[in-house]
């Protein structure tokens, strides 16, 4: 089974979503066979390399009533962050572009395959939402991904160009195939969908619809029996 | 689309549930997708390999009233093989082992594909059931593959060894776990299993049924929308 997931490094419900999804996992047996992969979404690409402002900031001027409005409208979502143990201080995050983070991201898939990806996906957004690191920064991309076992070389190197550019950009246009109008969006095995972050048993309810439809009973069409051979001979 | 088709060389409910498939494979108009692929059934695995009676022989020992009660057994089959167009002479067909028949459709599948087995399968029937030919003959095998595009060398090899027995009988063993008590046995993409020649239209409904599921439209578990961020913000 393979669950894919539109995220942005950015997105704090992104990160409430993989807390929710992790503990529908975590209770579903046959979670060894499940596959996650993350895929690109840029929720404000028109956000800087290099931080002008807070999140917080950023909501202020934009919807107006400055920082502290801004900050208010990040205290709900703080609060359902703390509920999945999550202490969020998305409050003191900068608003930065992520097209970086998301190569980073692709390289890790085409390196180390889903397993390092996983645990780029979460430093990432640890560093994020947690520790209001700046994830457009390359040396601090460079020291997360090194950090989760990428190569320091081959990150620099990514960092340096364009590589994987063109990947982010099949992603994005993917979630909007997919109809998806924002982030988390999670498809599993291309045939169920799950759009924002939903409760864990949701989750639970789609590992096992997934699961029955991987594993059938035959359906027999037209009947149990037309006329056939067996041991004992021919339908006559 | 996939159909893989449990058969018998010698089993005539095969060949006309065969020419039944084909029928609504005709009309379907997603026809260039599906792929068919014969896999092996022994109706009658103690059939010796060196013939020493006819079906018609054996079947009137087997249930008494000699030949002429064996052959009016077959009457029936005969005239629903006409009404497909296959005029066969089934009464006069030698009862005889298909182990290397088999053997020779698994080298067919394995270096020409599901069409090269495809066109020995027809082969190997018509010549069973039309020619009254002796399928377990070697020279007989070998003319048959050979005329269908097979290589000589490779069929005579293969019929002088023992290669492509065990795929024969697991392919056997995959017919008993998918609980087929006899042939034919159709199975499409492992989801939809038809048992027995059916009418062409109950393979026209299974058909279109295996298409509808490849072609699905995702369905939103969870309702149309958990918490999520898109361009114009966060839920909050």
Redesign the interface.
């Known amino acids: 089974m393979r669950i894919e997931i539109w995220s ?1 490094v950015v ?4 990160y ?2 993989k807390r929710r999804l992790e503990q529908a996992l975590a209770t579903f047996p046959h979670r060894d066979e499940v596959e996650v992969l993350w895929r690109s979404f840029q ?2 690409p028109s956000a800087p390399e290099v931080p002008v402002e807070t999140v917080a900031e950023s ?1 202020g001027r ?2 107006g009533g400055g920082t502290e409005a801004g900050r208010a ?2 205290d ?2 703080e609060a ?1 962050a703390a509920e999945e143990g999550l202490l969020f201080r998305h409050h003191a995050s900068l608003r930065v572009n992520t097209v970086d983070a998301h190569r980073v991201l692709h390289l890790a898939l085409e390196t180390g395959g889903p397993d390092l990806q996983g645990r780029l996906k979460e430093a990432l957004l640890s560093a994020y939402f947690v520790e209001t690191e700046n994830v457009a920064d390359h040396a601090t991309l460079t020291r997360i991904a090194t950090g989760v076992g990428l190569d320091s070389d081959r990150v620099e190197e990514v960092l340096a160009g364009r590589e994987y550019a063109e990947a982010v950009q099949a992603d994005i246009d993917h979630a909007v195939a ?2 998806a ?5 999670y ?1 599993v095995d291309r ?9 864990a048993e ?1 989750f639970t ?2 590992l096992e ?1 997934a699961w029955a439809d991987l594993h ?1 009973q ?14 004992d ?4």
């Open positions: 942005d997105c704090p419900w992104c409430i979503g929720l404000d909501l934009k919807y409208m990040i709900r979502v359902v997919f109809g109008g924002g982030v988390p969006f498809v045939k169920y969908g799950v759009s924002g972050a939903q409760p949701t309810q789609v619809k059938p035959l359906d027999l069409v037209g009947g149990p029996e037309g006329d056939a051979c067996g041991p001979g021919c339908a006559i």
